[in-house]
């Protein structure tokens, strides 16, 4: 779920008008907590949310698949989404600031890869080092995982959540 919330905020990002990922059951799994009074099972959720499917025969004008599998990291180079190159292009450059989170990006998953490369690693006296989880929910897991602690012992500052809906 959370790569899919990602992927729908940045397709927004990226100047699309909408950006929608079919619901499922996954996705009736992780609304179920917040949708369950209105339902009277998991089963009349997923029928109710099969109006979001494309109707069936229907014909696009154009199908695009990229495989990003074999896709470099990106970063940006600036305060914009669109301002992005690959992790390489960047060697060598001097950086004053990184930004990990926001409500897009600062998802648990992203925390821990982000933790994961950072353990036992300090960032340059220089750089100001930012994390932001998505939602107090995501920032109480990190705690618990010690993934907070990982980014505080490298020398980041970690401000409060982005986004407090309760969804997240």
């Known amino acids: 779920m959370d790569s899919r919330m990602t992927l729908c905020n940045m397709a927004i990002e990226a100047g699309g008008t909408s950006g929608i990922c079919m619901p499922d059951e996954v996705t009736v799994d992780y609304l179920w907590p917040f949708i369950s009074p209105e339902y009277r099972d998991k089963q009349a959720a997923l029928d109710t949310f099969r109006k979001w499917w494309s109707d069936e025969g229907c014909a696009y004008v ?29 060697a060598g450059r001097a950086v004053d600031q990184v930004y990990i989170g926001s409500c897009t990006n600062g998802r648990l998953e992203d925390l821990r890869v982000a933790a994961e490369y950072l353990k036992g690693k300090t960032i340059a006296p220089t750089v100001r080092g930012i994390v932001s989880p998505a939602t107090p929910k995501i920032f109480r897991e990190a705690n618990e995982e010690g993934i907070i602690r990982i980014f505080m012992d490298a020398g980041f500052c970690v401000t409060n959540p982005t986004a407090a809906h309760a969804l997240a």
């Open 62 to 90: 154009k199908v695009i698949d990229i495989d990003v599998t074999g896709m470099e990291p990106q970063v940006t180079d600036g305060y914009k989404p669109d301002h992005v190159k690959n992790v390489s292009e960047m």
